[in-house]
C-alpha cells in the first residue's frame, strides 16, 4: 500500500453531515480529495472547495461511480437513504452493490464505511428498517473483495447533528417530559469528533484488516440519563420525566417533530434504532486508531463542545445539510423549458434609501431568528401545516446567523443559488403541489447613477420574485387559493426589508458620527482643524443647548 500520507481519497455523501466535516479533515491530514455529489454546486461556498476535485455524479448510476472511483486509493461510502419512502431498503442495496462493484474493478485499495451500531442478541429480521439496512449495506461492502472498515456508531453527539439537535430541543423546551418507553434504553453516544478522528485513521489500516468496528465514547447511559446530563451542562433546571409506555415510535416521531426541529421522516427512524439497546461490544479499534489523551470524549465535554458551537455560530454543518426525501431538488429552469407550461409568479420592487450592502445584509440575514419580515403568524402557520403532512416546517433555521452558501437549509426552504451582494434565490422545501423559488436581488438604484456620491451610496434598488410551477389542477388551486395574501406577505416583506436596510445604514452613519465625535474630543483643542471648532467641553456657556430652567435664568 502507498504511504499513509499523500492518500488520493474518493468522499460520497460531501453534502451531507459526516461528509461535509470530513473532508477538511482528510485534507489537513495531507491527502488528496475528490467528492462525488448529484449536485455539485451544492459544495461550492465550502472554505475547502477549492482545495478538492469534486464530480458530478451518482451511487446508485455505475458509470459516474466508475469514473469516479478512477485512481482512488481509499473510498468512503457516506450515503444513505434514510427510510425515504417505500423501496428504501432496496434502493440502498442497489446502491452498495454497485460501489462494492466498481470499487473492486478500479483496484481502491480500502472502502470506509459509517454504519450503525446494532443491538447484540437481536436478530436481524426484527431490527428497524433504519439499522438493517445500514447493516446490509455494511456487510455488501465487506464481502465486495476490496478490503473495508465498517464503523457502527449510535448517537452521535455534535453541533447541527440530528440526535443532537432531538436531545437538544427536547431538553430545552419541555421541563416535563412525557416521554416513550424507550427514553430508558442504555445508548453509548459518540463525539462526532472521535468519528471523525476514527474515519481519517481508518485510511491507513494494513490491508489485512477487513471488518466491522464498534466506536462509541467511554460512557453508557439511559437516553433519559443523557437528557438530565445535557440539562446540567447547559445550565437548566432540573427536568422531570414521565415514561408512558404506549407511545410506539411512530408516535414518538409525532411528538418530537412538534417540538424540535427533525422532521418526522427522519425523526422516526432515530426514535425507532433506540427500542434497543445499543452498547459497544468491543473498542479493537484503538489498535489501529489509537486514542490520543482525553478521548474518547465523554458525554458532558461532548455536548459542551457542541453547545459552545451552536452558541458561537461555528456550526459547519448540519443534520439538514443533506436534502430530506421528498423535497424537491429540480433548480430553476431557464424560460425557454416552460414553453406551453405553467409558471406564475409574484414580483416585488421597491427604491430602497440605504446603500446596497446594508441591503444585501438584510437579505443573507434573512429567516431563521431573524424571521421573513412579515406577517409572522402566516409563516408559522404555513410551517405548522408542513409539518402536519410530514413536511420539514420552517424550525430549521438557519446554519450561521449572517451568512448562507448554497445548499443551506433555511426553515422550509433552501439556497439554490447565491450571488453575494446581489442575488439570493431559495428553493421551497415545503410539502406543495409544485415546485416554488423565492428571488431576492439587492441592486444599486438605476435612478442615482447620476447623482452626487452621497447620494448613490445610498441608492439601492430591492427586487423579489416568487415562482411557482404547478403540479396538476391541485397545484393551480393552490395557487389561486393563497394569492389573495400574496400582498401582506410578499408585499409586506418587501416593504419591511428596505426598512430593514435603511435603518441599518441609519444605525451605521449615527455610530460612525458618534465615534467621529469621540475621537474630535479625545484631541487637544490645539491639534484639531478650525473647522472642527471647540470640543464640547469647550463650548462657551452662551451657545450650549439651554437646560430645563433656561426660561427662569433668561426671561
Same mark, same amino acid.
Given at each position: 500500500?502507498?504511504?499513509?500520507?499523500?492518500?488520493?481519497?474518493?468522499?460520497?455523501?460531501?453534502?451531507?453531515?459526516?461528509?461535509? #466535516?470530513?473532508?477538511?479533515?482528510?485534507?489537513? !491530514?495531507?491527502?488528496?480529495?475528490?467528492?462525488?455529489?448529484?449536485?455539485?454546486?451544492? @459544495?461550492?461556498?465550502?472554505?475547502?472547495?477549492? +482545495?478538492?476535485?469534486?464530480?458530478?455524479?451518482?451511487?446508485?448510476?455505475?458509470?459516474?461511480?466508475?469514473?469516479?472511483?478512477?485512481?482512488?486509493?481509499?473510498?468512503?461510502?457516506?450515503?444513505?437513504?434514510?427510510?425515504?419512502?417505500?423501496?428504501?431498503?432496496?434502493?440502498?442495496?442497489?446502491?452498495? $452493490?454497485?460501489?462494492?462493484?466498481?470499487?473492486?474493478?478500479?483496484?481502491?485499495?480500502?472502502?470506509?464505511?459509517?454504519?450503525?451500531?446494532?443491538?447484540?442478541?437481536?436478530?436481524?429480521?426484527?431490527?428497524?428498517?433504519?439499522?438493517?439496512?445500514?447493516?446490509?449495506?455494511?456487510?455488501?461492502?465487506?464481502?465486495?473483495?476490496? /478490503?473495508?472498515?465498517?464503523?457502527?456508531?449510535?448517537?452521535?453527539?455534535? %453541533?447541527?447533528? !440530528? %440526535?443532537?439537535?432531538?436531545?437538544?430541543?427536547?431538553?430545552?423546551?419541555?421541563?416535563?417530559?412525557?416521554? /416513550? %418507553?424507550? =427514553?430508558?434504553?442504555?445508548?453509548?453516544?459518540?463525539?462526532?469528533?472521535?468519528?471523525?478522528?476514527?474515519? =481519517?485513521?481508518?485510511? !491507513?489500516?494494513?490491508?489485512?484488516?477487513?471488518?466491522?468496528?464498534?466506536?462509541?465514547?467511554?460512557? =453508557?447511559?439511559?437516553?433519559?440519563?443523557?437528557?438530565?446530563?445535557?440539562?446540567?451542562?447547559a445550565g437548566l433546571p432540573h427536568r422531570l420525566i414521565l415514561r408512558v409506555p404506549m407511545l410506539t415510535p411512530r408516535l414518538s416521531s409525532h411528538w418530537i417533530g412538534l417540538v424540535t426541529p427533525v422532521p418526522r421522516a427522519l425523526a422516526r427512524p432515530l426514535a425507532e434504532s433506540l427500542r434497543h439497546e445499543v452498547v459497544c461490544a468491543e473498542h479493537d479499534i484503538a489498535r489501529y486508531v489509537p486514542d490520543p489523551p482525553g478521548a474518547p470524549i465523554g458525554v458532558d465535554r461532548a455536548v459542551s463542545l457542541a453547545l459552545r458551537r451552536v452558541r458561537e455560530a461555528d456550526v459547519t454543518t448540519r443534520w439538514s445539510s443533506a436534502s430530506l426525501p421528498g423535497a424537491p431538488s429540480d433548480p430553476l429552469p431557464t424560460d425557454p423549458d416552460w414553453a406551453g407550461g405553467s409558471l406564475y409568479t409574484d414580483q416585488r420592487e421597491h427604491a430602497v434609501d440605504a446603500s446596497p450592502a446594508a441591503l444585501w445584509r438584510v437579505v443573507e440575514g434573512i429567516g431563521g431568528e431573524n424571521g421573513w419580515y412579515s406577517f409572522p403568524l402566516a409563516w408559522a402557520v404555513r410551517g405548522w401545516l408542513d409539518r402536519l403532512v410530514g413536511g420539514v416546517g420552517i424550525r430549521r433555521g438557519r446554519r450561521d446567523a449572517a451568512r448562507l452558501r448554497v445548499g443551506d437549509?433555511? *426553515?422550509?426552504?433552501?439556497?439554490?443559488?447565491?450571488?453575494?451582494?446581489?442575488? @439570493? +434565490?431559495?428553493?421551497?422545501?415545503?410539502?406543495?403541489?409544485?415546485?416554488?423559488?423565492?428571488?431576492?436581488?439587492? *441592486?444599486? *438604484?438605476? *435612478?442615482?447613477?447620476?447623482?452626487?456620491?452621497?447620494? #448613490?451610496?445610498?441608492?439601492? $434598488?430591492?427586487?423579489?420574485?416568487?415562482?411557482?410551477?404547478?403540479?396538476?389542477?391541485?397545484?393551480?388551486?393552490?395557487?389561486?387559493? =393563497?394569492?389573495?395574501?400574496?400582498?401582506?406577505?410578499?408585499?409586506?416583506?418587501?416593504r419591511n426589508i428596505a426598512r430593514a436596510a435603511r435603518r441599518l445604514d441609519d444605525e451605521a452613519a449615527a455610530t460612525g458620527a458618534a465615534a467621529t465625535r469621540g475621537t474630535a474630543s479625545d484631541r487637544p483643542a490645539s491639534d484639531r482643524p478650525a473647522s472642527e471648532g471647540p470640543a464640547s467641553s469647550e463650548v462657551p456657556e452662551d451657545s450650549r443647548p439651554p437646560g430645563p430652567d433656561a426660561e427662569r435664568e433668561n426671561p
Amino acid at each position: 500500500m502507498k504511504a499513509t500520507s499523500g492518500l488520493h481519497c474518493l468522499v460520497t455523501g460531501a453534502t451531507g453531515y459526516i461528509g461535509g #466535516r470530513l473532508v477538511p479533515e482528510l485534507l489537513d !491530514a495531507g491527502h488528496r480529495v475528490r467528492c462525488l455529489a448529484r449536485s455539485p454546486e451544492k @459544495l461550492r461556498d465550502h472554505p475547502w472547495a477549492g +482545495r478538492t476535485e469534486i464530480v458530478r455524479g451518482d451511487v446508485t448510476d455505475a458509470a459516474s461511480v466508475a469514473e469516479a472511483l478512477r485512481g482512488i486509493d481509499v473510498a468512503y461510502y457516506l450515503v444513505h437513504a434514510l427510510a425515504g419512502g417505500s423501496g428504501f431498503e432496496e434502493r440502498d442495496r442497489a446502491a452498495a $452493490r454497485i460501489f462494492a462493484e466498481q470499487a473492486r474493478a478500479a483496484g481502491v485499495r480500502r472502502i470506509v464505511y459509517l454504519g450503525g451500531l446494532t443491538p447484540a442478541g437481536i436478530p436481524v429480521r426484527d431490527l428497524s428498517p433504519h439499522l438493517r439496512s445500514r447493516a446490509e449495506v455494511g456487510e455488501i461492502l465487506l464481502a465486495s473483495g476490496v /478490503p473495508t472498515t465498517v464503523l457502527r456508531a449510535a448517537v452521535i453527539i455534535g %453541533s447541527g447533528s !440530528a %440526535s443532537f439537535e432531538m436531545l437538544r430541543y427536547l431538553t430545552e423546551r419541555l421541563p416535563v417530559m412525557v416521554t /416513550p %418507553s424507550w =427514553v430508558g434504553t442504555r445508548v453509548q453516544p459518540v463525539a462526532v469528533r472521535d468519528v471523525l478522528r476514527y474515519l =481519517v485513521g481508518s485510511a !491507513a489500516m494494513p490491508p489485512e484488516v477487513s471488518r466491522a468496528f464498534d466506536i462509541g465514547g467511554p460512557d =453508557v447511559l439511559t437516553y433519559e440519563e443523557m437528557m438530565r446530563r445535557y440539562a446540567v451542562v447547559a445550565g437548566l433546571p432540573h427536568r422531570l420525566i414521565l415514561r408512558v409506555p404506549m407511545l410506539t415510535p411512530r408516535l414518538s416521531s409525532h411528538w418530537i417533530g412538534l417540538v424540535t426541529p427533525v422532521p418526522r421522516a427522519l425523526a422516526r427512524p432515530l426514535a425507532e434504532s433506540l427500542r434497543h439497546e445499543v452498547v459497544c461490544a468491543e473498542h479493537d479499534i484503538a489498535r489501529y486508531v489509537p486514542d490520543p489523551p482525553g478521548a474518547p470524549i465523554g458525554v458532558d465535554r461532548a455536548v459542551s463542545l457542541a453547545l459552545r458551537r451552536v452558541r458561537e455560530a461555528d456550526v459547519t454543518t448540519r443534520w439538514s445539510s443533506a436534502s430530506l426525501p421528498g423535497a424537491p431538488s429540480d433548480p430553476l429552469p431557464t424560460d425557454p423549458d416552460w414553453a406551453g407550461g405553467s409558471l406564475y409568479t409574484d414580483q416585488r420592487e421597491h427604491a430602497v434609501d440605504a446603500s446596497p450592502a446594508a441591503l444585501w445584509r438584510v437579505v443573507e440575514g434573512i429567516g431563521g431568528e431573524n424571521g421573513w419580515y412579515s406577517f409572522p403568524l402566516a409563516w408559522a402557520v404555513r410551517g405548522w401545516l408542513d409539518r402536519l403532512v410530514g413536511g420539514v416546517g420552517i424550525r430549521r433555521g438557519r446554519r450561521d446567523a449572517a451568512r448562507l452558501r448554497v445548499g443551506d437549509s433555511l *426553515d422550509f426552504w433552501r439556497v439554490e443559488e447565491i450571488e453575494p451582494g446581489r442575488l @439570493l +434565490r431559495l428553493r421551497a422545501e415545503m410539502r406543495l403541489p409544485g415546485l416554488a423559488w423565492l428571488e431576492m436581488y439587492a *441592486d444599486p *438604484d438605476p *435612478d442615482t447613477a447620476q447623482s452626487p456620491p452621497a447620494d #448613490r451610496a445610498r441608492g439601492a $434598488r430591492y427586487r423579489q420574485r416568487a415562482l411557482f410551477h404547478p403540479h396538476g389542477l391541485l397545484g393551480h388551486l393552490y395557487w389561486w387559493s =393563497v394569492s389573495p395574501f400574496h400582498a401582506v406577505v410578499f408585499g409586506g416583506m418587501a416593504r419591511n426589508i428596505a426598512r430593514a436596510a435603511r435603518r441599518l445604514d441609519d444605525e451605521a452613519a449615527a455610530t460612525g458620527a458618534a465615534a467621529t465625535r469621540g475621537t474630535a474630543s479625545d484631541r487637544p483643542a490645539s491639534d484639531r482643524p478650525a473647522s472642527e471648532g471647540p470640543a464640547s467641553s469647550e463650548v462657551p456657556e452662551d451657545s450650549r443647548p439651554p437646560g430645563p430652567d433656561a426660561e427662569r435664568e433668561n426671561p
